[in-house]
């Protein structure tokens, strides 16, 4: 399938290709080594089969030690690699997804920033609810005014004041 | 329920406002003095030391003036806002406005007159001022020795 969208320049098509060079590498590489794998499995069992009689043999059991000590070695190193490499995956995982996230956050406050109206609602309500909240005090205030006057009439025996 | 809600929301225009407002107006105005009294205190012990003027007197510092620039801007702050609009930030922000008995506006001058009764409110144990809580009109000491009397102004009012 192949997907078209407006003039594209030769740089762009290089980018492209580089891109698509990268995914189809992966598969590529994936089937290589998996095919490779199983051939290399199978030389070993044929080889092992056709020196059996050398490797199981005395003389051959203090270079046997040897390259299971090595072997070992090697085996730690990779594991080591691998903790380093699922270490770096989850940290790289998070990063980008803190980017995605902040991008998105950032594309939705532009969005928001560009609509006039989105905008003015918003002012709206934040005047709103600042006059609400100053009209709450001053009404409050009032009540508690004529109270504390009620009290203290009541207190002296007197009529109302005002 | 509240202790306020057998209290009928009235329409108190141009009545003379309660204690508790003006109370509450009063403190609004007291911090944006404080606050403005330290900026201005620490501006001027600014250019005191930009201008290395500690040179020329020695033994000027903050401790000495603060005192009377703190004093200038209370006083300043007060006449200025009771004379030319009617009303400080903190009686804005609660409706009130500072008018004389006739409804006009103040003076330079008899605002000078009630900023110096705010003293003679408050030296007898700010009884000046609870005095409003006593009077019939809701008068303090300085309202009667300027002349004034706060009202609530309800055309500051955002809500109909």
């Known amino acids: 399938m192949e997907i078209s969208l407006g003039a594209e320049t030769s740089a762009l098509h290089l980018r492209y290709s580089l891109i698509g060079f ?6 590529t590489g994936h089937n290589t080594f998996s095919s ?8 070993y069992s044929s080889l092992s089969r056709m020196f059996a009689p050398l490797t199981k043999s005395r003389f051959w059991r203090p270079v046997q030690n040897n390259f299971d000590n090595y072997a070992a070695v090697g085996e730690a190193i990779v594991n080591s ?8 995956e989850l940290a790289s995982r998070a990063l980008a997804r803190q980017q995605a996230y902040e991008g998105i956050i950032n594309d939705i406050i532009d969005y928001l920033a560009d609509k006039p109206e989105v905008r003015d609602l918003v002012q709206q309500q934040s005047v709103g609810l600042a006059e609400e909240f100053v009209e709450e005090i001053r009404d409050r205030s009032t009540e508690f005014d004529s109270l504390l006057e009620e009290r203290v009439n009541r207190l002296l025996g007197r009529q109302k004041n005002v | 329920m509240t202790a306020m809600d057998g209290v009928p929301p009235t329409d108190q225009s141009d009545l003379p406002a309660g204690f508790v407002s003006r109370l509450e107006a009063f403190i609004i105005d007291l911090i944006i003095l404080v606050v403005g009294s330290v900026v201005a205190i ?16 020695p033994n000027l510092s903050s401790v000495q003036f603060s005192p009377f620039v703190s004093l200038l801007i209370i006083m300043a702050y007060f006449m200025y806002f009771w004379a030319l609009l009617g009303y400080t930030p903190g009686k804005l922000l609660l409706g009130l406005k500072i008018v004389r008995r006739d409804g006009s506006k103040l003076t330079l001058g008899r605002s000078f007159l009630r900023f110096i009764g705010y003293w003679v409110s408050a ?7 609870i005095w409003i ?28």
Do not use: C
């Not at chain 1, 990268?22 to 598969?27: G, H, R, V």
């Not at chain 1, 490779?36 to 030389?43: C, E, N, P, W």
């Open chain 1, 36 to 43: 490779l794998g199983k051939a290399s499995s199978r030389a």
């Open chain 1, 81 to 88: 690699w691998i903790n380093i490499g699922r270490r770096e």
């Open chain 2, 133 to 160: 809580i006593f009077d019939r009109k809701r008068l303090s000491w300085h309202d009667r020795l300027a002349g004034t009397q706060v009202i609530y102004d309800r055309s500051k009012r955002l809500r109909n």
């Open chain 2, 123 to 129: 030296v007898p144990l700010f009884l000046g001022f």
């Open chain 2, 42 to 57: 620490w501006l001027i012990e600014s250019i005191i030391r930009f201008f290395a003027i500690y040179l020329l007197w």
């Open chain 1, 22 to 27: 990268l995914f189809q590498a992966i598969d």
